[in-house]
């Protein structure tokens, strides 16, 4: 156990905060060991993957439990791969994994950050591909009754961005994710930037390295630049809203949803407000890509960054009527803020 460990290198928007212990756990009963002793000194828990989906607003007063939990088993029968796979895993090595061994299905999820066990929480998404398509199943840990749950894909309540995992993470720690990958093989090429490429003799391999292409054309390297991807999510509205907004706005991109609702474009709302590039001290919207609220020099507090979102986020109500929120989870010293107490 390492006591006051600088995070900075735990988190993808490099922010420098503090937490009181950063533990490992390399299996479940480590895991387990590790939460009940905080739990018995009321210290709170924060289980992470790679903090890439997270924005520390202050020093967290906790422990940091790292979940390392590894292993990939794979079975097979005529029809399918199925794969049985350690929440410590990290995604994108999981995908060259399964791409180098000739099983396809994972292509278009390339390149994302974090692990696995972070994977369901909030259905990643990219290309026209949800994780939600090919997840069988997720065990947790129900950390209160030291039990151990399996969520079939049914009872995840998936939605864009969204499952049943993202309200309940103080009771459940992910250990490891389903996945069920169909032998016949169909490229998801419905994604803008991918329909000019041929279904017919592409290859998995080359939409994984098409993938690659895209994102290191649009997306900075959390290496070089502190970032946790798209800070918003798209906003989902209904009909009414889109037509009245089609009216002004003829050229918005949008996107039918199954449920009748339309999903808008948060990057292009956001451009529209003129505020492509703009910057608030050492936080910034990247140039390239309105989504993404980037740490520049890597010395932005988490409360800039968050005063950025902030006058994003009233920017675009303003003009659009609109109210985004945020994909990124918020922490603070004691744990997840709720994103209603600073977006309102
Ligand atoms: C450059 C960049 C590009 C990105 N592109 C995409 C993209 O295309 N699509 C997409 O969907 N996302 C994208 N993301 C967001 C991010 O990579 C994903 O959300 C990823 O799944 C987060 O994984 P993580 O391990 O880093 O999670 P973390 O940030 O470590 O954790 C996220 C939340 O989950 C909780 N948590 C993590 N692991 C567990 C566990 N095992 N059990 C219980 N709770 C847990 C944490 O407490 C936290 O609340 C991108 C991020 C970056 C930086």
Known sequence: MKHYVHLKSLNTFSIDVFAKHVVTAHNECALLRFWKKAYNKRTPVLILGGGSNILFLENYIGT????????????????AWRLHVGAGEKWHELVTYTINKNIPGLENLAYIPGYVGAAPIQNIGAYGVELSQICEYVDVIDLYNEKKIRFFRAECNFQYRDSIFKNCLKKYAIVSVGLK???KWKPVLSYHELTHLNKDSITPRQVFNFINIIRQKKLPDPILVGNAGSFFKNPIVDTNIARYLFQIYPNMPYYSQKNGKIKLSAGWLIERCQLKGYMFGEAAIHPKQSLVLINRRKIATGTEIAALALFIYNQVADKFN????????LIGNY?????KKLFT
Not at 64 to 79: A, D, P, Q
């Open 64 to 79: 940091i439990l790292l979940n390392r939990i590894k292993g990939i088993f794979i079975t097979e029968n005529k029809m």
């Open 335 to 339: 744990g997840e803020i709720n994103p």
């Open 322 to 329: 609109i109210y985004l929120q945020p994909e990124v989870r």
């Open 181 to 183: 990958l169909n032998k």
